[in-house]
């Protein structure tokens, strides 16, 4: 059976989320969740109406009234069920290759679910495999369902708006990358109603191309069509449209770290950032810290997964994080990451203040080189990375205050990834091979 990762069930459709569990899954959410309704979303995969049918069918079978969204972004299932006050699914495997697919649960107003309710829906889950669960409600009992007719995307869209002040930001052309995912016919209409002059590429969903060479895991081909067409900006999206990274007019990527920065200073100068604070995780590039530092903002480091970014917010109080993979997330705006949000703000800095994303972007922060080295393992060895503890603090030494080391498990195979930032490309390299051949020694000790 399939476990909560850090966003959601996810694995091979039909393979390793198969239909009966999604509906085993729709029925001990609708036990531990809790509510009358839900909303549920999907995006492009061929085993997207799938999973949703069977889904759909567990809520349903509990009494819950099901609301299909249809293909829309993940932040909009969020945003429904914010606005509607109930729970919320979104099938989707994110920017995985598109045989991969995944249920991310949201709990009542649209917010992650804690691990508490985590741990109790995987119970429910495998009591209701293992039993059947018992009687179920039958006749006027049964929850109907019933396809939404635009409306929940359109007020999602309008919200976008209003989260730029209504500004039109005309005079600002973009080549936009929908990753042939779920924002593919949502964004253009979005960017476009706020007045930007949009190009659109990878927006031809077929079922299988989801993130194929496209989208914001693979940014070449925009990077390339930004150039072609003279854009000011390139926007690329992944599969479900929860991130969002950029390019400048000169075709370079202007990474998650980067936005957040650009964010950051632009709330910072309008007083909408509370503490002068920001959320990051670890993996966030050293000179984003220097960045925020020369500013007087304050970094507050995470693990990696937009979970522990959330749960900071919540905790400190802060309105800005995100991580470099692009999720960004604006906690007074909106209740999880969302690309088009993150697409209208950084666009609406740009239309303000009149400065080219690049100048814009080489303000906020100098990414140091970044050298990530992952050294696979015959089996896990959870002492390993504190047995390394004498080997980091050699490399750290070295470095000083001019770099950065960080040695870390996978959560999910037997891997120890080695991250080195240094001032020169050679360094990072040089340091991460020496620690990554100091795992290979001690894990063959």
């Known amino acids: 059976m399939l476990s909560f990762g850090t966003d959601g069930v996810r694995g091979v459709a039909n393979q ?83 045989a991969d697919n995944g249920i991310k649960l949201f709990a009542a107003g649209g917010t992650k679910l804690s691990d508490e309710a985590e741990d109790q829906l ?42 730029v002040g209504g500004r039109r930001l005309q005079g600002i052309s973009v080549v936009l990358d929908c990753a042939h995912g779920a924002a593919s016919a949502l964004a253009p209409e979005v960017l476009r109603a706020a007045g930007v002059e949009v190009t659109v590429v990878h927006a031809d969903p077929d079922g299988v191309n989801i993130n194929d060479d496209a989208g914001s895991t693979s940014p070449a081909a925009l990077q390339r069509a930004v150039i072609d067409h003279g854009a000011d900006v390139g926007l690329a999206l992944d599969g ?43 993996m966030s590039n050293l000179g984003f810290r220097q960045g925020m530092a020369r500013r007087g903002i304050t970094v507050v480091d995470t693990k990696v997964g937009d979970r522990y970014v959330l749960e900071a917010l919540a905790r400190t109080g802060a309105a800005l994080g995100g991580e470099q993979s692009g999720h960004v997330i604006q906690a007074d705006i909106a209740t999880t990451g969302d690309g088009l949000l993150t697409a209208l703000t950084l666009l609406d800095v740009v239309h303000r203040t009149g400065r080219p994303l690049a100048d814009l972007a080489a303000d906020a ?6 050298v990530l080295v992952n050294v696979r393992l015959d089996h896990r060895d959870p002492d390993l990375v504190e047995r390394l503890a004498a080997d980091v603090a050699d490399a750290e030494a070295r470095l000083g205050d001019e770099g950065r080391v960080l040695v870390r498990p996978s959560g999910t195979e037997p891997l ?20 990554a051949a100091a795992v290979r020694r001690l894990a063959g000790a």
């Open 16 to 98: 390793d989320l198969t239909p009966e569990l999604a509906l085993a899954l729709g029925r001990a959410s609708a036990r531990v969740l809790g509510g009358d309704a839900v909303v549920i979303g999907r995006d492009t995969r061929r085993s997207g109406p799938m999973l949703e049918a069977a889904l759909a069918a567990g809520y349903a079978s509990e009494g819950v009234a099901v609301t299909l969204l249809g293909v829309v972004p993940t932040p909009t299932v969020a945003h429904a069920a914010a606005a509607l006050g109930v729970p919320g699914a979104m099938i989707s495997a994110s920017h995985n290759p598109f």
């Open 122 to 163: 995987e119970a429910e889950l495998a009591h209701l495999l293992g039993s059947g669960g018992g009687e179920r409600p039958t006749g006027a009992g049964v929850g109907p369902v019933t396809a939404d007719d635009g409306r929940l995307a359109r007020a999602y869209a309008d919200d976008l708006h209003r989260a």
């Open 240 to 282: 479900d449209a929860d991130r969002l990274l950029a390019i400048d007019s000169d075709g370079a990527l202007v990474d998650g770290d980067h936005v957040i920065a650009i964010l950051a200073i632009d709330r910072q100068a309008q007083g909408r950032l509370p503490d002068d604070t920001v959320v990051a995780t670890v």
């Open 365 to 370: 922060m100098t990414s140091l080189p970044q």
């Open 416 to 435: 120890i990834r080695v991250m080195v930032e240094a001032p020169t490309a050679e360094r990072a390299q040089q340091e991460a091979d020496t620690l």
